[in-house]
């Protein structure tokens, strides 16, 4: 019997692609961005989007929190902003 290590069959199988839904462990997906990157013309681009994306996200907070401002019940008003807050924190 084996001891230690992982379990024989273990973990998702070869050529499994899911880890690319978050990127955080996807080895191809940060090979491909280094050599993008490696690229001064695309790494200009890839900043660029990287800036447009959030100047957009400042923005559409700043429309929300104004829309939220003018009403009148301060608790419900502060769970809107809070509300906003969670979801922008989650779609990064």
Known sequence: MQRGGRRPG???PKGNLNALSTGAHFKQLSATIGALLS?????GVILALIDQKRRDRDR???IIVAAARPIPNAELSAAICRKL???LDESE
């Not at 690229?39 to 790494?43: A, G, I, L, S």
């Open 10 to 12: 273990a973990g998702a």
């Open 39 to 43: 690229v001064p013309e695309t790494r």
């Open 60 to 62: 559409f907070q700043q």
């Open 85 to 87: 807050e969670q979801h």
